[in-house]
């Protein structure tokens, strides 16, 4: 088993860095090739979802020996010119998931995004409130202090 600290660097290297530079390229090259960037795009929305599946699962599966390094070899093999298993995997697994739940998830994405829209304007009015109140608060502050100051400044001139 390799190290941890040197797999995970490892996953980062050839699990992020270098697929992002080869995105980098394709999307920056004089020739576009749609085949090469849809690839890539491909390749990015399966590491979306391996990490969104990690964090969730991470407790159950992180134990089981060499997962890291099967974490790491999994990668490789998305991106490897000769296995090219991000297609593989995309059209065979994800894309007929997706596929399969495309309305169920858009539906709940539409009242995540609305609920969400409802709790940040309810506490947007919060701290609105909060702000106003406090400005207040400070002006009323200020302006006893530049009574008492002027009425001190009027009783030490008489």
């Not at 407790?59 to 990668?75: G, R, T």
């Not at 409802?118 to 400005?135: G, H, L, P």
Request: proline share 2%.
């Amino acid at each position: 088993m390799i190290g941890s600290f040197l797999t995970r660097t490892l996953i980062l290297a050839l699990g992020y860095a270098y697929p992002a530079y080869e995105c980098f390229k394709t999307v920056e090259s004089n020739k576009l090739d749609v085949e090469k960037l849809r690839f890539w795009c491909q390749y990015w929305i399966l590491v979306a979802a391996i990490t969104i599946f990690e964090r969730i699962s991470d407790v159950f599966i992180s134990w089981l020996p060499m997962y890291i390094e099967a974490k790491l070899a999994f990668y490789i093999y998305l991106w490897y010119p000769k296995t090219k298993g991000t297609t593989y995997v995309y059209g065979a697994f994800f894309r007929t998931y997706i596929s399969k739940h495309e309305t169920y998830i858009d539906r709940n994405l539409l009242k995540l995004r609305v609920r969400a829209g409802d709790v940040a304007a309810f506490y947007w009015e919060k701290i609105e409130a909060y702000c106003q109140t406090r400005f207040l608060e400070i002006l009323q502050f200020v302006s006893s202090r530049s009574q008492s100051s002027s009425q001190q400044q009027s009783t030490q001139e008489s």
